[in-house]
């Protein structure tokens, strides 16, 4: 058991769960970054995929399933034109990276708009009507002072500390 700290918070980390517990409930330190692409180019995809694979071994935390398939999932299936389910399922019959890749291909449209969603993914929580749930979300973190966190992924990273 490892103490780590973030102002106004003492959090207890299991390193062999890879999770940790903090002020809105568990917390992995395993997922990949929203900001982090897919082969194919889309950000958020490989988080995408690796909460599905935690979700099918029963190892997703209820911190994260209220917004499992919700949220950066969502978007990023309505972008794509598909159903979250259809990435689940992609995801539960793959025998190997490789297999997968080949179903996602064969589920989404040939033109990704790679440019769309990624600018999407990087500017969340910077419109005005997002700005004051940003807001809360970062004083719910004991982070509301830090201007640097300008967008729904670096809030994420924070959370999940990959920001200091």
Not at 10 to 38: F, K, R, V, W
Request: charged share 30%; net charge negative.
């Amino acid at each position: 058991m490892n103490i780590l700290t973030k102002p106004n918070f003492i959090i207890l980390t299991n390193i062999d769960d890879n999770i940790t517990e903090g002020p809105t409930g568990a917390i992995l330190l395993d997922l990949p970054s929203p900001y982090q692409p897919h082969p194919c180019g889309l950000l958020h995809l490989p988080r995408f995929l690796a909460k599905i694979q935690k979700h099918l071994e029963g190892k997703l935390p209820a911190s994260y399933q209220r917004n499992f398939t919700k949220g950066f999932d969502g978007f990023l299936c309505l972008h794509l034109g598909v159903e979250p389910a259809e990435i689940i399922e992609c995801v539960k019959e793959r025998l190997s990276e490789s297999e997968l890749d080949e179903k996602l291909a064969g589920l989404f449209p040939k033109d990704l708009k790679v440019h769309v969603w990624n600018r999407k993914v990087v500017q969340m929580g910077m419109s005005d009507m997002a700005l004051d749930k940003l807001e809360e979300i970062k004083a719910d973190l004991g982070a509301g002072d830090r201007g640097d966190l300008r967008s729904f992924a670096d809030v994420i990273d924070f959370d999940e500390g990959k920001l200091e």
